[in-house]
C-alpha cells in the first residue's frame, strides 16, 4: 500500500481507477484532480467515500479543480486530456489529431506535478500516448525508471483477449505481447503469443491471427464507434492499475510499457511500446526480443510514426 496515488483528470478512466484504487487499497490517501465545473473531482470523490463502508475501506479520498490536491503523491496516474469521440459526419478523429489540444493540457500537468510532487513515479494514459508520455518528459525530466507510458498493457489484454475467444480457452491460458505505438502501427508479436505455454498457431488458423491482430490493432475504434461518446475507459484504467500493482506490490512483472530507449533495439531518445520490468522502483530493466525478420520491418515502421509524432511535439514547443 502506498501513502498516496493521486489521479490526474477526473472524467471515464479517471473515475474507474479511483474506484478500484479503493476497493483494491492500493494507497490510504487518494486525491483526484479535475478543472471540470462545478466541482467533477469533488462529486467523484464525494461518491466513492459513501460507498467506502460497502467494501469496507477506510481510505482518504480527496477531490479539487486545484493542483495542490496531488501534494506529495508517490503516484500519479495522468488521464487529463481529450479522448477520441465519433465526429457529427461519423469519422473517428486519430489519436494524434487530439495531440495539439492534449498537449497544451499536459503542459499544465507537468507544471501541478513539478510544484507539488517532482519524485512521483508517473503512468500516463492520455493520448496520443507516446506524445504525450514525451511532452511530459521533455518538461520534467526525469529518471527514466519513473515516466511510463500505458498502452501495451491494453493492446496486449485486448490481443488476449481475441486470442482466448478464437481459440475458445480461458483468458488466463493466453500470454500476449503488443509492442511498438500505440496507433495503428502497433505490433502484435506472434512470436511471442502463447496458449498455456504452447505457441498460439497450434490453436488458432494463421489467417484468423491476422484478421485478431488488425482487429487488435483497431480496438481502440471500434470501441468509440460502439459507445457513440467518448473513448474505452474501463480496460485501459484496469491495464494501469496492472502496472501500478507491479510498482507498488515491487512484483519485477514484465509488460509492455512505453519507455524511454536509450540504446535499446538501436533507438534513442524515444518513448514507444517495449516489454519492461516493473517493480518497487518503476522501470526496472527494457527487454529486448529477438524479433523474426518480419517483426523486425514492423518496429522499425513503427518507431518510424512515433519518431514522426514526437517531432511534432518538439516544433509545437517552440
Ligand atoms: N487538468 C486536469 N484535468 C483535466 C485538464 C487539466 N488541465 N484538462 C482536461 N481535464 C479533464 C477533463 O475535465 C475530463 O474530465 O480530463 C478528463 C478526461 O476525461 P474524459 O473526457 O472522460 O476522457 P477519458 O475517457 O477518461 O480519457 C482520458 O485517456 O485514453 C485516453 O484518449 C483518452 O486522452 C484521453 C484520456
Known sequence: MLN????????????????????????RNVALMDV???ELAKGKALDILEGSPVLPADIKVEGSKEYDVIASAD????????PRTTRPDGTIPTREELLATNLKITDSVSAGIQKFCPKATIISIANPLDAIVYRLYMNLKPPREKLMGMAGVLDSNRYSYFVAEAAGVSVENVQALVMGGHGDDMLPIRSACRIAGMPVEKFVPADKLDAIEERTRKAGGEVVKLLGVGSAFVSPAWSALEMAEAIIFDKKKIMCVSALLQGEYGVDGLFI???ALLGAN????????????????GFKKSITSVQKTKEEVIAMAK
Do not use: H, S, W
Not at 75 to 82: D, E, L
Not at 282 to 297: Q, R, S, V
Open 282 to 297: 518503476g522501470i526496472e530493466k527494457i527487454i529486448e526480443l529477438d524479433f523474426t525478420d518480419a517483426e523486425k520491418e
Open 75 to 82: 503516484m500519479i496516474i495522468n488521464t487529463a486530456g481529450v
Open 4 to 27: 498516496k496515488i493521486a489521479v490526474i483528470g477526473g472524467g471515464n478512466i479517471g473515475g474507474v481507477l479511483v474506484q478500484e484504487i479503493v476497493r483494491r487499497k492500493l494507497a
Open 36 to 38: 471540470k465545473d462545478p
Open 273 to 275: 511500446g517495449v516489454p
